[in-house]
């Protein structure tokens, strides 16, 4: 593997957590909230899936565990930002240091402990052009969010569900007056902000040494 064809392969794959926080915290900010605890959201969630695969679980379940911990994290600042209306700004930011100091706290007795990565899936054809080969040989977590990032296009722009989240983020008020549930709509959206957060979080590294945004 050639030194840009290396750089090339890495970047794409060290962008894939920060592209799925951002898809996820893209349909927050359309449906007219702003959560600012994402990071603190990745944390745990990179902890909650170190574990499950650290005890013999497959890598398959530790994603899942994941987004329940990240849609569960977001929901309690869906709770204070929409119900008792507290500063969304205040409010994230609790919630990102909750999120980073919980993931310290249940991640201290696994620190310096290893774990296997998950395969990376070869493209054919593809993955043997020179240069940019190693691009198309990555884990199946990269090209999910690939395709992740063009259904969600595609349904903000295109679909009744998109254009019902962009009214109620875009004007609420008119939003209500025709029948749609603001509320529960925003809450929907918190709670993929979170689940897609919680996906980041596990992106595969070898250890947890560090509770950061990947375990």
Wanted: proline letters at 4%; hydrophobic letters at 55%.
């Amino acid at each position: 593997m050639s030194g840009i064809e290396f750089i090339l392969t890495g970047m794409l794959a060290a962008a894939t957590p920060f592209l799925l926080a951002a898809l996820g915290e893209l349909v927050v900010e359309k449906s007219g909230v702003m959560n600012l605890g994402i990071e603190g959201i990745m944390s745990l969630a990179a902890v909650v899936s170190f574990i499950i695969v650290y005890h013999g679980a497959s890598h398959g379940l530790a994603f899942v565990g994941a987004g329940f911990a990240g849609v569960a994290i977001a929901l309690v600042f869906g709770v204070l930002a929409l119900e008792f209306r507290a500063d969304q700004v205040a409010t994230g930011l609790a919630i990102g240091i909750f999120g980073q100091g919980l993931a310290a706290l249940i991640g201290k007795p696994y620190e310096s402990l290893i774990t296997t990565g998950i395969d990376k899936i070869r493209l054919p054809f593809l993955s043997d052009l020179p240069m940019v080969g190693g691009l198309f040989t990555q884990d199946i977590v990269v090209w999910l969010t690939l395709a992740a990032t063009l259904a969600i296009a595609l349904v903000l722009r295109h679909s009744r569900l998109g254009l019902v989240i962009r009214a109620v983020g875009e004007n609420p008020h008119a939003a209500r007056a025709i029948g749609y549930p603001v509320i529960a709509i925003r809450y929907g959206a918190i709670a993929f902000g979170g689940a897609m957060a919680g996906f980041a979080g596990p992106m595969p590294r070898r250890s947890i040494r560090r509770c950061g945004p990947t375990a």
